[in-house]
C-alpha cells in the first residue's frame, strides 16, 4: 500500500485557514507519515501562512463570486472553470484518500474536481449561517461537519451533517483558570476581557475607552482590553483628551494584542468581544459568558448568526454593532456584575455548547468516509 494521502482547500481569510491547518495537523497526528497537501490561492492570506506552518502549498487559479448580477462574475466564472481543470488535474496526479474543504472560493474547484475524480470530501463550515461554496457542495459531500447545529437548517435536506465543532488551539484547551489568574496577578476579582480582533474595532475601542472611567479603581474588578494593533495610539490618545490616566487605576490594563489569549480567556469572568467562529468555539470551550457585537461587515452577516445562536441558548447578551453605545455597554455590564447566579448560568450554558474534541471528531468523520 502506497503513502496516505489528503488534500485540504480553504483561504480567505483566517477564519477558514486556521481550522484547515488544524485538520492537517491533526491528520498526521492521527495517520503518521502520511502527505497533506493544502490547496489555495496565490493571492490569499493562505501562501503566507500555509508554508511558515511547514505544510506542502499548491495554488490553483480562482475568484470570487459577488453576491448580485455582474459582468465581474463572468470573468469569475471563467477563473474558476480554469481553476476546477487545475484542480482536476491535482487530484488526479495526487490521488488523495479524502479531500477536505473549509470554504472560501478556493474551495469550489477543489471540491469540484474530488466529485468528478470520485474522491470522497469533507466539508467544514464554521458559522451558523454557511458560506456560499459550502451551501453549493454540501449536497454531494459524503459529510458536512458543522461548528453551529443552526447550520444545517440553511443546508439542502438529505444531506448528511454531524454537528463536530470548531477546532481550537492546544493552548485553550489545556487552559488552566487558576494558573491563568496567579499568571495575570489576578486574585478573587472579577475580570472583564474585552478585545475586538488583531486589529481592533473602533466602535468597541470607543464603547470601551467610555466603560474604563465607570470602572477604575473600583474595587474587586480587573478590566483588560486589547485595542488592536492598529488601534492602540488612537486609543491612548482618546484616554488623554478625557482627562484619564491608567496609571492611577491599578485595576486597568490597555494593551494592543493578548499574546498569551489562553490565559486572558481562562482568567475571564465576562468577555467582551466579536462573534467570528474561532472566538466562540475558544468561549465555549472554556465555559465563559459574554457580551458579543458582531462584525457588521462580515460575509452574509454570519457573525450575527453566531452571535444569536450562542443568545438563543442562554450563553452570551447580543449588541449589534449599530446601537452599541458606552451607556448600553456599561448598563449591560453593570447588570450582569450585579446578578452573579446569572452569570455563573451564562457560563454553565456556555460551557455545555463547547465541543473541546472538535478535531478528534472531524478526523473520526474522516476515517469513515475515506475507509481508513
Not at 162 to 187: F, H, M, Y
Amino acid at each position: 500500500m502506497g503513502t496516505l494521502r489528503f488534500i485540504i482547500a480553504g483561504g480567505g481569510t483566517g477564519g477558514h485557514i486556521y481550522p484547515a491547518l488544524a485538520i492537517a495537523r491533526g491528520l498526521k497526528q492521527a495517520f503518521p507519515g502520511c502527505e497533506v497537501l493544502y490547496v489555495g490561492t496565490a493571492r490569499g492570506l493562505e501562501a503566507d501562512i500555509v508554508p511558515k506552518a511547514g505544510f506542502p502549498f499548491r495554488t490553483i487559479t480562482a475568484a470570487g463570486l459577488k453576491r448580485r448580477l455582474t459582468l465581474r462574475n463572468l470573468w469569475s466564472l471563467a477563473l474558476a472553470l480554469k481553476g476546477a481543470g487545475e484542480a482536476v488535474r491535482l487530484v488526479r496526479d495526487v490521488r488523495p484518500a479524502v479531500v477536505v474543504g473549509t470554504g472560501g472560493y478556493v474551495s469550489g474547484p477543489v471540491l469540484l474536481a474530488a466529485y468528478l475524480c470520485r474522491v470522497p470530501f469533507l466539508i467544514h463550515e464554521q458559522n451558523a449561517f454557511p458560506g456560499l461554496t459550502n451551501r453549493l457542495f454540501a449536497r454531494v459531500a459524503a459529510c458536512v461537519a458543522l461548528t453551529f447545529p443552526e447550520a444545517g437548517r440553511f443546508l439542502p435536506r438529505g444531506v448528511r451533517t454531524k454537528v463536530t465543532g470548531l477546532p481550537v488551539r492546544e493552548e485553550i484547551r489545556n487552559a488552566d483558570r487558576e494558573g491563568a489568574r496567579a499568571r495575570l496577578n489576578v486574585g478573587e476579582e472579577t475580570v472583564l476581557l474585552s478585545f475586538g480582533g488583531s486589529r481592533g474595532a473602533e466602535r468597541l475601542n470607543r464603547a470601551i475607552a467610555e466603560l474604563i472611567p465607570a470602572f477604575g479603581g473600583r474595587p474587586g474588578v480587573r478590566l483588560f482590553h486589547a485595542t488592536g494593533t492598529a488601534g492602540y495610539d488612537k486609543f491612548r490618545e482618546w484616554l488623554r483628551i478625557k482627562g484619564i490616566d491608567l496609571s492611577s487605576w491599578g485595576n486597568i490594563t490597555v494593551v494592543p494584542y493578548f499574546y498569551q489569549i489562553a490565559d486572558y480567556l481562562a482568567a475571564a469572568d465576562l468577555v467582551i468581544c466579536r462573534a467570528g467562529a474561532a472566538t466562540i468555539a475558544e468561549l465555549t470551550c472554556l465555559g465563559r459568558p459574554a457580551i458579543l457585537v458582531p462584525y457588521p461587515y462580515a460575509t452574509a452577516n454570519h457573525q450575527e448568526f453566531n452571535a444569536r445562536a450562542l443568545a438563543a441558548q442562554g450563553a452570551a447578551v447580543v449588541i449589534r454593532d449599530a446601537v452599541l453605545t458606552p451607556e448600553r455597554l456599561v448598563e449591560e455590564v453593570e447588570r450582569l456584575l450585579a446578578a452573579p447566579a446569572a452569570l455563573r448560568e451564562m457560563a454553565a450554558r456556555s460551557a455545555s455548547l463547547g465541543k473541546p474534541d472538535a478535531l478528534e471528531q472531524i478526523i473520526a468523520c474522516i476515517k469513515e468516509i475515506g475507509r481508513l
